[in-house]
């Protein structure tokens, strides 16, 4: 057990470890005893050091949420005044909850805070967790189902929003850590909140924690000999799996994510799931369930050509064939009116109404295999065309253009070659881009804005059942 005489020694080679001393860290301050003593010990491992090598500041997150908030970040303004320690106060207001409950939109909006005040400075920021922190952590992901990456807890140093969080108390014992703050008369607020049983981690730390200990007065060090084994092979398989999902995925400007289900689904299973993880983990700090990872691994290895999971609100993952698409689709841009103009920026497209409705659903793919898309359902558009128009009703005498320059084919004779019965000639919609048809969807592509290499965008069209019905020579690739 780590005494409180040990402490400043223990910090300040966490610090030399981690080559911390030059590093400007943002120290996060509630108010309460862990993070006092935190900011206490690093005054102490900088007395007397050259400014350069000392300039650590203080941001105290002010979540305007419980009654004693206004005090708190009082009494850590005074502090810091009172110790000539720079000190912000960083005002956040949560608003948008995400479904992930309150605790953790304000556990989010605190990173996110602190992240940004860092980045402007060395990209540190210190937080107090300590061993018990980890033990109450431990069990509430135990309870939760976590695998090993969960169970592996809060690590000494992890990377969010952009900035090194870094953790020097997390070996200590909380005892050590009370007995500091005693023996040095460091001040600190207590924070009310912690008697809430509203709240899992109060109740683990009230009931659970004392039993364990009353079972192993070692509990907090054994869960941590535990952990020390699992970060290291943790370190490992991350690496494996950060490589991993550069080969699977691609990333493209906006923010979502392609990638291929084929080699996805060749992974070996545990490292499938944690490649998933790191790419969820691209949307947001949200914590993503084990059973959102394994929606998409099913998907993936699916025989499906087509699918889709919920993530979250915004978050969805769809499938069509080989390409997999993680993100957050733009404003759906569903309209129903014989015409219509499409931002090829949105997913889908729809023309028509009920059953007689057709679909358009765009994938961007960085680098397409047009080996891959040999039915006349699919288009490849290049990437600077970023508007589209379906139209129905399209006068039979419009022309499209014929690959390779050799004349111009009227829709008429499209229609009439393949067989498409009367009745839907008038429903059956065309492509334009630029005022030119580019597609008859399921019919024939022209030779007009032909993809020649880079990156594209990938158009599936979906005729109606009844279409399909009445028309049943190219039923089955309709419906793929
Ligand atoms: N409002 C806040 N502003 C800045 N940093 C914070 C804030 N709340 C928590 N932190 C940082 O995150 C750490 C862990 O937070 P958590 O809420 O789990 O603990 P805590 O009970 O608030 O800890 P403490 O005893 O320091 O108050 C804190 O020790 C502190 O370093």
Redesign the pocket.
Known sequence: MRRAGDLLTHVTSFFEEHQLAAAHAV??????????V?LHLCQRAVEGAPPALGGFSV?????HLRDAADR?AAFVQAYCRQHGIPCEI?HVEIADVRGEGLEAAARRA?YEA?AARARGKSGVI????HAQ?ELETFVMRLLRGAGPLGLGGMRPKVEMFGAHVLRPLIAVEKAAILEYAAAHGVP?VE?ET?QDTRFLRNRVRQVVVPALRSIEPQAERKVLEALEILWAEDAYMQAQAERAAREVAAWRADGSILLSAARLAALHVSLQRRVIHILLNCFSAREWTFAHVESIRRLAAAKAASGEVHLAADVRCVKAYDHMYIGRPQRDNLHLSARVRWDLRAPEAGIGQGEARWRFRRLWVADPNPARLPSPWWLLLPAEVSWAEVAVGVPTSERVRLFGGRGTKKLQDIFTDAKVPRAWRPRWPVVFVDGEAVWVPGLMRSGAWLWRGGPAYVIRARAPAACLAAWPLRADRGRR
Do not use: E, F, Y
């Open positions: 120290i996060g301050v509630s108010g309460g005893v862990d993070s006092m935190l941001v105290h997150v002010h979540h708190d960083a605190r602190l210190l937080v107090a967790h922190d600190h924070d912690n």
